[in-house]
């Protein structure tokens, strides 16, 4: 069974820093990952979508990578900002089945 | 805007009633999921449908049950709610194979 874990749970920066959220996954044979950003009491909005080709997708001050072999992946967010605050998430999809989602880490950008 | 619709956005059940969260999406996408949601859990799998005219569980089926109305709509019963289905239920749509997922603002549901 997939298992996806994001380290840490909750992360508190100043505002300006650069910053990375981590997240592993148990079993490499995924199609997909996919990082999410959701404000308290909304829905999900997607950031990034990497395929199982792709070691890295960039969008603006965003940057995730993926190294399947290893079961990791990256989110970098450069010179934070009060406004990234937020949980991010990450899910895989394992083959034919739905998103595996991970618990989140719940980000703070302290102005 | 194009997405996924959900409805209602807030309700209170009491113990055993019953009722139906409604999912629409009119980007033309051939799969459908229901999620809760749920403090210290993460987004759990309930039902979902990878094309109009099918529909499997997910990890957590119990309790729940759904129907592929159309290609568009994928709607999501509770026969006789219970205190532990409170939690917040998002649907999402995609396209078969590679594609991102697409997910609604999310129904809050309260059980007493």
């Known amino acids: 069974k997939q298992e996806v874990t994001q380290i840490p749970a909750a992360l508190s920066v100043p505002e300006g820093e650069n910053l990375v959220l981590n997240c592993s996954f148990t079993d490499s044979a995924i199609y997909n990952l996919q990082w999410f950003r959701q404000d308290p009491g909304k829905g999900l909005t997607s950031l990034l979508l990497?395929?199982?080709?792709?070691r890295e997708q960039t969008s603006g001050r965003l940057n995730a990578s993926l190294d399947k072999s290893s079961g990791r992946s990256t989110l970098y967010i450069a010179a934070s900002q009060p406004g990234d605050s937020a949980t991010y998430l990450c899910a895989v999809k394992p083959g034919n089945t739905p998103l595996v989602f991970g618990k989140g880490t719940r980000l703070s950008v302290i102005a | 805007n194009a997405g996924v619709t959900q409805t209602p956005k807030f309700q209170v059940l009491k113990t055993g009633q019953s009722m139906t969260l409604q999912c629409a999406q009119d980007?033309?996408?051939?799969?459908m999921y229901w999620y809760r949601q749920d403090p210290g859990m993460g987004l759990r799998l309930i039902y979902y449908?990878?094309?109009?005219?099918?529909?499997d569980k997910g990890e957590v089926p119990n309790g729940y049950n759904v129907s592929r109305l159309n290609k568009r709509e994928f709607s999501l019963r509770l026969e006789s709610a219970a205190p532990s289905q409170t939690s917040v239920y998002f649907c999402?749509?995609?396209?078969?194979?590679?594609?991102?997922?697409?997910f609604g603002s999310g129904t809050r549901l309260t059980v007493v």
């Open positions: 990497i395929q199982s080709s792709q």
């Open positions: 980007m033309n996408h051939n799969s």
């Open positions: 449908s990878a094309s109009e005219g099918t529909t």
């Open positions: 999402a749509s995609s396209e078969l194979g590679y594609a991102g997922y697409t």
